[in-house]
């Protein structure tokens, strides 16, 4: 009995370590919100486009400015986990993190693939962690 509450309490502190680690980081920019996350190999980026861009025209720009912003988040995900470590901060400095800092880095993402969920305005965009440097 004493053995498998061990485990219960073992497996339930590995998930939370584990959750925190590769917590999503949100950030928000005209109207569309962006969730970070990661797996082993990709960089997942979820994209919540504003219900009002239905036109496709609107939505076809709001495609096209959520596709540069997902590359720059990945980017900023990256230098923001890095400095998070070692400067104690929390998820939610991540939107002032990347309205301060992107404007001094470059990062160079590859082969970024986009999909749609079957959630309206919903676009998921991934790239393989193997596909990104920093100029």
Do not use: W
Not at 28 to 48: A, F, R
Not at 59 to 79: D, E, F, H, P, Q
Not at 80 to 108: I, M, P
Request: proline residues 1%; hydrophobic residues 40%; charged residues 25%.
């Amino acid at each position: 009995m004493m053995i498998s509450r061990i485990r219960i309490c073992l497996v339930v502190i590995f998930l939370l370590t584990a959750f925190q680690l590769n917590a999503q980081l949100v950030y928000e920019k005209g109207g569309i919100t962006y969730e970070l996350s990661e797996t082993e190999q990709t960089y997942v980026v979820k994209c919540q486009l504003p219900e009002s861009v239905m036109d496709s025209r609107q939505y076809n720009l709001a495609v096209g400015r959520s596709r540069l912003t997902a590359k720059n988040i990945i980017g900023l995900g990256i230098l923001f986990r890095t400095h998070a470590k070692s400067d104690d901060l929390q998820e939610s400095s991540f939107q002032n993190y990347v309205d301060h800092t992107s404007d001094s880095f470059v990062a160079v993402v590859f082969e970024l693939t986009e999909r749609q969920t079957d959630v309206k305005n919903e676009i998921i965009y991934e790239c393989r962690k193997t596909n990104i440097y920093f100029k």
